[in-house]
């Protein structure tokens, strides 16, 4: 639907990418990002208007990420983007700029206009003191 990696093959990146953050003592952050409007689309216009909203914004933010990183669907209505070798303040900045960028493109359905808002948990190199995978993204 959004032409954006599962969750399982997300959770493999991660996996790796955590693993040799903490071998290396190097920088990783991870974004979960919510589409805030993703439940009002799909109940005043239909599931369709959903994914269409979920895929504008999955393009979106698939414009706004470098190489290394990775974006993926996380969940129905979550996407997840991992920021390898990133700080904690340059990722707040990426995830600063995806809000800003994202409120410029309105997202348009049957000619009506709606600022497509995300809301984004974020989790970095900060929390690593955790060896536990599922402790830190749990502090997302």
Known sequence: ???LINFR????S??????????YGLALSMALIDVDQLTVVNQHWDLAAGDAL??????????QF???DVLARYSGRKLALLLPETPT???????????TYMNSIPFVW?????????????????????????????LA
């Open 66 to 68: 470098r190489q290394a």
């Open 89 to 99: 303040e340059d990722a707040r900045q990426v995830c600063e700029r995806l809000k």
């Open 110 to 138: 049957e000619e009506q206009s709606l600022e497509a808002t995300l809301s984004i948990w974020l989790v970095s190199e900060n929390e690593l003191s955790t060896t536990d995978l599922s402790q830190w993204i749990a």
């Open 14 to 23: 991660l996996k790796r990418e955590f693993s040799r953050a903490q071998r």
């Open 9 to 12: 093959s997300f959770m493999s």
């Open 1 to 3: 639907l959004t032409g």
């Open 54 to 63: 979920l895929k504008h914004v999955a393009v979106a933010v698939g414009k």
